[in-house]
C-alpha cells in the first residue's frame, strides 16, 4: 500500500510540476504578436482578408494602416478596427 501511495504521490507531483511549468514559462511564448497590414486602394477585398485574418488567428495583434487610399477603404479600415478592437492608422 505504501508503495501504490508513493508512485500516486509522484505522478501527482510531476503533474503539478508540468502544469506550473505550461502557464508559467510555456504561455509567454503565446503572447499577441503584432503584424502591420499596409494597405492603398484595397476596398474590393480588404474587409474579406481581414476578416479571415482575425477568425484564423485570434491571438494575433493587428496594425491596420492606410497608406492614402481615394477609395472607400479608409472608411472600411476604420470600421473594421471598431469591429474588431485593432489599431488604426492612416499615412497621408
Known amino acids: 500500500m505504501s508503495g501504490q501511495f508513493l508512485l500516486f ?3 501527482f ?3 503539478v510540476l508540468g502544469v506550473v511549468i505550461k502557464y508559467f514559462f510555456l504561455e509567454k511564448e503565446r ?8 494597405f492603398c486602394n484595397q476596398a ?3 474587409e474579406d482578408y ?4 482575425v477568425k484564423k488567428d485570434p491571438y494575433r495583434k ?5 497608406t492614402g487610399s481615394t477609395d472607400d477603404t479608409a472608411r472600411i479600415l476604420k470600421r473594421l ?8 492608422h492612416a499615412c497621408h
Open 9 to 11: 504521490g509522484t505522478a
Open 13 to 15: 507531483a510531476l503533474w
Open 31 to 38: 503572447q499577441p504578436r503584432k503584424l502591420e497590414i499596409w
Open 44 to 46: 474590393e477585398w480588404v
Open 50 to 53: 481581414v476578416s479571415k485574418l
Open 62 to 66: 493587428l496594425v491596420l494602416v492606410d
Open 81 to 88: 478596427c471598431f469591429k474588431y478592437n485593432l489599431e488604426c
